[in-house]
């Protein structure tokens, strides 16, 4: 089986520099995004928390990677204001958790890491499908992960399947009104436009791809 590739504190290192660097190419976007149905802060909350992610992870002196994520999720709730902040860096945490101190890990632990993201997202934020969150992207990217894994996908395969799922999901904002979040108070100003959360999501999941696919 070639699902077994073994990531480990590197792939994650990697993951949080990927989401840096695209949150940052994307920061203008988001803004514009967030600008129409919120407060126009969502590329800045991003760039801002994943510049101070990878600094953090700069300095870990050799954690393994639940311990990182942990790291990461910290991170995110000490230095980004909005929403996002806290509903990220608590995903990030529960993801670190379900790995513990175990160096490595494989596809199978993977979709049980992003699942507890996933969950302790809906957990905090009380959304789910279709309320025109970030969790729109999430909850596609995390089942099309199971479902190719357990099929037996290779992994930058079943990743970029995953990815996918997750820009689909984002588009698929674009005609919901808001149930959730500061987007909630337009009601239905908010039909038209696409989610900044599920926007900034598909491009972790994507990131995450990029990640595991070529180890930088
Ligand atoms: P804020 O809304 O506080 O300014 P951001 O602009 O950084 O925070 O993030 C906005 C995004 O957060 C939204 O586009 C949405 O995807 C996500 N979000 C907001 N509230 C929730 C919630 N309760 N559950 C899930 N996601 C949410
Ligand atoms: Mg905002």
Redesign the pocket.
Known sequence: MITERVMDAATITSWMREIDASVRAERDHLVQL?AAI??G??GI?MTRGFEAVVQALAADGGLPPGKLLGLAGRTLVST?G???GP?WGSALRSGGRVLGDQPSFDGPQLVDVLAAALAS?KDL???AMGDK???DALEPAVETLRARIAAGDPLPQALDQAAAAAEAGMRATIPLQAR????SYLGERSVGHQ????TSTALIVRALQRAVTSPS
């Open positions: 967030d919120g407060d802060d969502h909350n980004v909005g929403a996002s509903l997202v934020g009380t959304a969150t970030m969790v959730k979040g500061r987007a989610d900044p959360g599920a």
